[in-house]
Each structure stands twice: as C-alpha cells, then as structure tokens.
C-alpha cells in the first residue's frame, strides 16, 4: 500500500513538473553573438512565464558546467569560470556574464541553457537554449604574390594575401582590401590603367615611369586592420627595339 503511494506520488509530481516545464515558454535566445577578443559578453535569455523553483538550472560549454543553480537556490559556479562569471536569475529571464573571452571560449562548442529535474532518482534535460559566439580577429599581415616583371606595354597583376583570424571559421566574413600606390588609395576609379578588384591590382599598359613607384595593400574585417604590406615594386623590362641596316 505504501509503495503504491509513492508510486502515484512520484507520478503526480512528475507530471507536476512536467506541467510546469510545458508552460515555460522561450521567448528569445542569445543565438549566434558577435564579440571581440577582451570583451565581456553578455547572455539573455527571456521566457513568457515566470520561472519556478522546481528546475535545476544548468548552463553549460562543451562538457564544462559553467553555473548551476539548484532549487534551493544555492548558484554554484564551475571552478574554471569562478572569477569569471556573472549570473543572474530574474522572474522571467537569466542572464550570464562572460568576462574576458578568449579563443578557447569559441572553438570548443556552443553554450547551452538546460533545465534538469529530478524525478525517483532520474535525472532528464528539459530544455536545451543553444547559443554560439563568434569573435571578431584581425586579419595577418598581408604578402603581395604575382610576377613583379613585366614588359613594357603589356599589363601585369598584383595579390594581396591575407587571412581572417575570426572563429569559428564557419561564420568568417569577406576580407576589404586597400591598395595605395605611393601611400594613396586606388580605387575602382583611380585610374584607367589601374583596375582594383577586391584582392587583385592589375596595372595595364605599363609603363617605364611604373618601375618607380612603390605599391602595397591593407585588409581589413570588422576585428580591425591587418598591419601594412611589405613594398613591392615592378620591374619594367623596356620593348625590343629591331634596327635594320642594309648595305649599299
């Protein structure tokens, strides 16, 4: 009689609970954030109902527990993140504070918001509120490729090579590049034998005056500009000049 009791005790209480996990209600997710290396990132997550004490409340990266609140109420915070952690628990949202973040705060996985309960020994996740960070890097220092001889009157390409160092690499946004020739911009419509094309600068018609000139390249993202290229010049070979002599 006892045991059945009981059984029918647990069962109320988990359908309790599941009840009360069917009427919490996400209402936003922190998603995919865009920070910087040094930041202090904030994380919201927002609910329609009011939270209740019948959860455990874990957030988690990868494998690490970042913060537990238990329903005493009791937070405890993961030993690799205790003097780095800000949590905080209102009536219909949770907010963490991340300070500092680092590569190793990206690259391992996403952040998850979970729900457990505690039902005759069982342990379930509820509710899993994923979010992911990207961290905005400056790009490398960029090297100029491509031939730096050229004959006179033909036309030859320069590159400019560079690499983001934003993570996770699946969220990297296009590189701008700026080309200068003698500590000018060129532009798309600097000059009409000077055609700029993203990565690309390709001199047509060289001429003999192009060999004194000094060219290099910047390129940038949202973490900041890549320091300056090395300067490259172009070596212009002159055109062959045929003499015919003929005897008398």
């Known amino acids: 009689m006892f045991a059945r009791c009981l059984t029918i005790c647990l069962t109320i209480c988990s359908m309790t609970v599941y009840d009360s996990y069917a009427a919490l209600s996400l209402q936003s997710n922190p998603g995919l954030m865009r920070y910087h290396k040094g930041d202090d990132v904030t994380f919201i997550w927002t609910f329609t109902d009011k939270l209740e004490r019948i959860f455990t409340i874990e957030i988690t990266y990868n494998t690490d527990i970042i913060v537990k609140r238990l329903i005493s109420g009791q937070v405890i915070i993961g030993e690799k993140y205790k003097d780095r952690v800000t949590f905080e628990e209102l009536d219909k949202s949770i907010k963490l504070i991340l300070k500092d973040v680092s590569d190793d705060d990206v690259i391992y996985g996403v952040y998850k918001l ?4 505690v039902v005759g020994g069982t342990s379930s996740s509820l509710n899993d509120n994923k979010a992911e960070l990207y961290l905005f890097g400056k790009p490398t220092k960029p090297v100029l490729s491509g031939g730096q001889r050229v004959k006179e009157g033909q036309y030859i390409t320069l590159m400019c090579i560079s690499s983001s160092t934003s993570i996770p690499i699946k969220y990297q946004l296009p590189l701008r590049y700026t080309w ?5 911009n060129l532009t798309t419509t600097s000059s009409s034998r000077h055609r700029v094309n993203s990565h690309q600068l390709t001199i047509t018609n060289v001429m003999r005056d192009d060999r004194n000139h000094q060219y290099t390249c910047i390129t940038g993202e949202d973490g900041g500009l890549s320091s300056e290229s090395d300067i490259t010049q172009i070596i212009v070979l002159c055109k062959y000049v ?3 002599l003929s005897s008398t």
Request: no cysteine.
């Open 114 to 117: 979970s729900f457990v309960f």
């Open 180 to 184: 200068t020739r003698d500590n000018i």
């Open 242 to 244: 045929y003499l015919f």
